[in-house]
């Protein structure tokens, strides 16, 4: 397991886009994170096909460090309450 850098900009902006207040009551699936770091899907295929499983890479990492956790019997993600703390001192700390 790597470390998380909220320095990098990778990093943090994956820990922005998962905190957002928008998923707070029904968390985020893969393809709402995609949307946020990528943009819109590409015709091909085979390039949404390798953005999704950067995703979930990041989700793996992220559940790691337990930021995150899996709704059960859906594809949804929440943050933990230990994860809404560590992202808001981590990105309050990038911003001063």
Request: charged letters at 30%.
């Amino acid at each position: 397991m790597r470390a998380l850098n909220p320095l990098d900009s990778a990093d943090a902006r994956l820990l922005e886009a998962v905190a957002r207040g928008e998923f707070s009551v029904n968390g985020f699936r893969n393809r709402d994170i995609r949307a946020i770091l990528h943009g819109e899907d590409p015709a091909d295929a085979g390039v949404t096909r390798r953005r999704s499983a950067s995703i979930s890479r990041k989700f793996r990492l992220l559940r790691e460090h337990a930021l995150i956790k899996k709704i059960g019997g859906t594809n949804r993600y929440h943050l933990t309450n230990r994860g809404r703390c560590i992202i808001c001192t981590l990105l309050a700390a990038k911003t001063a």
